[in-house]
């Protein structure tokens, strides 16, 4: 009830107003720099959003420990929650698509059709077998084969 009597109010005053030549705008007309800030904060948001849905998909396709160390989310302070930052690493290490940059329907497609090509990786964990595939040429087998022993 109450609102219906505000927004006949704000009607009225609106009308007045409008009639009287007076500004008929309620809210404040943004600047430039306001109007940036306010798209850079919803953009934010929305790509928090998406990262944390993405994040969700991988924790329950690949899991959420690292595949050689073990380690979850609670070991490392690498983000702002305190988490560990897992990343996906492709075991041929063959170049494919930033995940980030595929749609919903590219992504879910991309792990449905090579679910066995891709585990999950802590960054030491990642940076250190890309240097062990550059440096020694060692391909994933051999790389596990060191692991397990």
């Known amino acids: 009830m109450q ?11 609106w009308m007045r107003n409008k009639r009287l030549g007076l ?25 928090k ?5 993405r994040n969700k998909l991988f924790d ?3 899991g959420n420990t690292c595949f050689i160390c073990k380690r979850g989310h ?4 690498n983000d702002s929650l305190g988490r560990t930052i897992l990343q996906i690493h492709r075991i ?11 749609s919903k329907e590219d992504l879910m497609r991309e792990i449905n059709e090579h679910k066995n090509e891709y585990v999950r990786l802590c960054w ?3 940076k250190s077998v890309h240097w062990c595939m550059e440096h020694f040429g060692f391909d994933w087998e051999k790389i596990k084969l060191l692991i397990t022993e």
């Not at 008929?24 to 790509?47: G, I, P, S």
């Not at 959003?49 to 849905?53: I, L, M, P, Q, S």
């Not at 063959?94 to 940059?101: A, N, P, S």
């Open 3 to 13: 609102s219906q009597q505000r927004h006949r109010e704000y009607a009225r005053q």
């Open 23 to 47: 500004p008929t705008r309620t809210t404040k007309k943004l600047t430039e720099e306001e109007k940036y800030e306010h798209r850079k904060t919803n953009n934010l948001k929305y790509v």
């Open 49 to 53: 959003k998406e990262r944390e849905e």
């Open 60 to 62: 329950t396709v690949f």
């Open 74 to 77: 609670i070991h490392y302070k």
């Open 92 to 102: 041929d290490g063959k170049k494919h698509e930033i995940f980030v940059d595929m």
């Open 124 to 126: 030491r964990c990642h």
